[in-house]
């Protein structure tokens, strides 16, 4: 059995205030830790120091600056400001006395604004049960292995194709509820839309990557422990070798969960 999601991102609070984490080499991507995981462990730690307190997570951004190891890591956060509504964060995960990701993170009140509205809907998509798990087995990353991957829409990647758009179903095979540190890894968790204009594979590395949070993530969500989210996944531009990356993450009634905008740069 994949174990939970919330123990491979579990932190430990020690004594001066700081995080300790462990990462598993079955969590890699590459030459270090898939990123959403690294974003996961940084959300918990964010969450146990700053208390809940009615504020959901709103915005998080991550700047990876080297691959995480396996083994462990300390993450160290602190609350810059904390007015009567809106609190802001930073956080830094450390390794081997160096910095491997250095974040910023709001955690915010909900406001009785009078007026809401979601323009954005959920593309048109074959249902989860219906659309054949990928084999990702053989070429794809190693973190891989702990999630349910199902192509949904869009041009296949390597195809060669004209435009950088398509989308699947993802689901941890073994998730628990769906929170802030798990959408996260679902969010990161899709392939980049540029390898649908590839026509080989080209590895590819995160460089910053900015989460908004539009839900709570309390019963009101919509999604059960187990439940899959559809991954919208489209790039507009590749210039110098970086390239824009945009995802939503939306659970299978319709609700948008969270986006997600990344830089990636394209490995020679």
């Not at 205030?17 to 730690?45: K, M």
């Amino acid at each position: 059995m994949i174990d939970l999601f919330a123990d491979a991102s579990r932190v430990t609070l020690n004594a001066d205030g700081t995080f300790d984490a462990r990462i598993e080499a079955a969590w890699y991507q590459g030459r270090g830790a898939f990123g959403g995981l690294v974003a996961a462990l940084i959300l918990r730690a964010i969450a146990a120091k700053s208390g809940a307190d009615g504020r959901p997570f709103r915005t998080l951004t991550c700047h990876f600056c080297a691959p995480a190891q396996a083994g462990p890591v300390r993450i160290e956060v602190e609350i810059q400001r904390a007015s009567s509504a809106v609190s802001h964060i930073t956080a830094r995960m450390i390794q081997d006395d160096g910095v491997v990701a250095i974040a910023t993170a709001t955690r915010a009140r909900a406001r009785d604004v009078g007026i809401a509205f979601a323009d954005r809907r959920m593309p048109e998509a074959p249902s989860f049960e219906a659309t054949p798990a990928l084999d990702l087995s053989l070429g794809g990353p190693v973190f891989a292995q702990h999630f349910d991957f199902r192509f949904a829409y869009g041009s296949a990647p390597f195809s060669g194709a004209d435009r950088a758009s398509f989308g699947g179903w993802i689901r941890h095979r073994n998730p628990g509820l769906i929170d802030a540190p798990l959408a996260a890894a679902y969010a990161d968790g899709w392939m980049p839309a540029m390898f649908t204009r590839f026509t080989a594979m080209r590895p590819v590395a995160t460089m910053a990557l900015t989460y908004y949070f539009f839900t709570d993530f309390t019963p009101g969500l919509e999604a059960s422990p187990g439940d899959p989210v559809l991954v919208t996944s489209r790039s507009d531009v590749l210039a110098d070798g970086y390239a824009e990356q945009s995802n939503e993450v939306w659970t299978r009634s319709g609700a948008l969960v969270m986006t997600a905008v990344q830089l990636l740069a394209v490995i020679r």
